[in-house]
């Protein structure tokens, strides 16, 4: 799944994502516009997945996320 699926099938909004994650809402939309984000980014985001589902989630999971 991408990472905007992930987040709306969570009901989450870009802003939810990003408190979560500890980042901005502005490197959550552009990583889900497909662009390249740090690994350190996209490790915060698959954590933050990871704890919303319950369950592990790594960068390499996350459809089309473009890791530096």
Do not use: F
Not at 9 to 20: C, D, P, R, T, V
Not at 30 to 53: F, H, I, M, N
Not at 57 to 67: S, V
Request: proline letters at 3%; a positive charge; hydrophobic letters at 50%.
């Amino acid at each position: 799944m991408t990472l905007r699926e992930l987040r709306v099938n969570l009901g989450w909004s870009q802003h939810k994502l990003a408190i979560e994650a500890g980042i901005s809402a502005s490197i959550v939309k552009r990583a889900e516009d497909g662009a390249p984000v740090q690994a350190r980014t996209a490790k915060a985001l698959a954590d933050a997945l990871s704890r919303a589902y319950g369950r592990e989630i790594l960068p390499i999971d996350i459809a089309g996320l473009q890791i530096l």
